[in-house]
């Protein structure tokens, strides 16, 4: 059936009775209706025959020129209007496909905006993507977050991190600024770089505390970490704007999730290719037969510092104490 002008889908009758062709009609059934009565008030004879004639014709004339109309109007909508309609909606599929393939290409999946508290949804998601990923390739500054979920989340994945270096004092200025601004104009500068270098050792002590939930660990330390935290599954990568100021007073900055296939997803995945090429990055590998004697000789060689039996059991003390606290507050389950 075809549409009007406002989208109405009408039958072919209907239609008919709209243009010149049913006005058409009209008159040749009106015209043989009176000419039918008034064969029926005259008397036998030329006249009367006249009229019988003139009105049996028009109507046999309405009645085929009905069903002729009819047949022409059913045809038209075959071969032009449904043509028409099937093109259009085509063209309407493929334009929502091309806006689709934009979307996935250049806009987040989904947007979590700045807060002060860890948010469970946020939380909530993230683990979901990575107990169905099978690598974890995580561009960081300590690292402690995704030690906590590992360890909340144990599996088979292959994980690579990639840390600030504490031994560069331009690794730890990015996150420091950044922290001062959220504690404002009395921020000690000195006190926030010294509690930075402890996030980077209880980050390394708790990537090693959960190396039994995991294929492997893969650890670079770099001297010029970008600022936003990366997060890249198999099928989607997080990015933690650490670097949008509107997000400074913050302690959780805005975070968006993209897709595989997208700009950014490509972007990082290349990135993190050539951070794992780079020779010069001093890099360890975790696994779960890693015994204490070697992380401690991993650990001193990524921080230029060894580290004692019993300040290893202080840093292990202060990581649990902080996934058990970060646990509570984003409501995972321990």
């Known amino acids: ?26 008159i040749l059934v009106v015209v043989s209706g009176l000419s039918l009565w008034a064969s029926s008030a005259v008397d036998p004879g030329v006249p009367r025959n006249l009229l019988t004639a003139l009105g049996t014709g028009t109507m046999v004339s309405a009645v085929v020129g009905f069903g002729q109309t009819l047949i022409t109007a059913s045809a038209a909508q075959r071969a032009m209007v449904a043509p028409l309609v099937e093109e259009s909606r085509k063209a309407l599929h493929d334009l929502a496909a091309e806006y689709r393939s934009l979307n996935r290409e250049f806009f987040p999946t989904d947007v979590f905006e700045a807060s002060t508290e860890p948010d469970p949804g946020f939380n909530a998601l993230i683990m979901a993507d990575l107990r169905q990923t099978r690598q974890v390739w995580f561009r960081g500054f300590s690292g402690r977050y995704a030690a906590a979920r590992i360890l909340l989340s144990p599996g088979q994945s292959e994980v690579r991190a990639v840390l600030a270096d504490p031994r560069e004092r331009g690794a730890i200025s990015g996150r420091a600024r950044h922290l001062a601004r959220q504690q404002g104009p009395t921020a000690d500068y000195e006190a926030i770089g010294r509690s930075l270098h402890e996030e980077v050792r209880i980050g390394l002590v708790g990537l090693y505390l959960a190396r039994s939930g995991c294929a492997s660990i893969d650890v670079t330390v770099i001297a010029d970490p970008p600022l936003d935290r990366v997060e890249l599954f198999d099928d989607c990568v997080w990015l933690t704007l650490y670097s949008a100021v509107a997000g400074a007073p913050s302690l959780y900055p805005r975070t968006l999730r993209f897709s595989e296939g997208s700009f950014l997803y490509d972007m990082q995945r290349a990135e993190f290719a050539r951070v794992h090429a780079a020779r010069d990055a001093p890099r360890v590998v975790i696994t779960p037969d890693t015994s204490r004697e070697e992380f401690l000789a991993h650990f001193g060689k990524l921080t230029g510092t060894p580290l004692p039996e019993a300040e290893f059991h202080e840093l292990e003390a202060r990581f649990h104490r902080f996934r058990a606290e970060f646990s509570s507050k984003a409501e995972l389950q321990t």
Do not use: N, S, V, Y
Not at 2 to 8: H, Q, R, T, V, W
């Open 1 to 26: 059936m075809p549409a009007d002008a406002k989208g109405i889908r009408t039958h072919p009758i209907q239609e008919i009775f709209w243009t010149r062709t049913g006005l058409l009609l009209l």
